[in-house]
């Protein structure tokens, strides 16, 4: 699947897509890079891809 991510900063909420200003929040999305997943978040409404800059440690695997 194509798609472009948008980078945005954080203010206080992010719950208003900056796009289309659909206002109900978001579905999320996680992509793996190298030692880190990626937390993206996915406008229901127009279907942009953003991301705030969240991520998480890839956990070892035992």
């Known amino acids: 699947m194509d798609y472009e991510v ?3 900063e954080m203010k ?3 719950k208003e ?4 200003q659909y ?3 978001f579905h999320s999305m996680f992509q793996k890079e ?4 990626r937390w ?5 409404a127009c279907h942009r891809v ?3 800059g969240f991520t998480c440690p890839v956990p ?3």
């Open 6 to 8: 948008t980078k945005i």
């Open 23 to 25: 206002s109900d929040g």
């Open 34 to 37: 190298d030692d880190v997943t």
């Open 50 to 52: 953003f991301d705030i």
């Open 12 to 14: 206080q909420t992010f």
């Open 40 to 44: 993206l978040f996915i406008c229901p």
């Open 17 to 20: 897509c900056p796009a289309c």
């Open 60 to 62: 070892c695997s035992n």
